[in-house]
């Protein structure tokens, strides 16, 4: 059980590198929020599209299979 719990600490342990630090966390989640916001518009623009496109090709494939 020992060898269990040093083994999952020691693989975690290079996983921390991946965290930013606090000092530079409000600037890496105000760079999410603008990406975000800027990539809504495109969403909100494009879903409708998509979800056209792919009822077309749902109806086209289930029309050939009869």
Same mark, same amino acid.
């Given at each position: 059980m020992l060898q269990l719990f040093f083994a999952v600490a020691?693989? +975690?342990v290079p996983l921390t590198l991946y965290v930013p630090p606090i %000092? &530079?966390?409000n600037l890496f989640v105000e760079t999410v929020e603008d990406i975000l916001r800027q990539t809504t518009l495109y969403t909100l623009r +494009?879903?409708? %599209?998509v979800r056209l496109g792919f009822s077309r090709i749902f %109806? &086209?494939?289930f029309h050939l299979s009869r």
């Open positions: 020691f693989s +975690a %000092r &530079s966390l +494009a879903y409708p %599209r %109806r &086209s494939i």
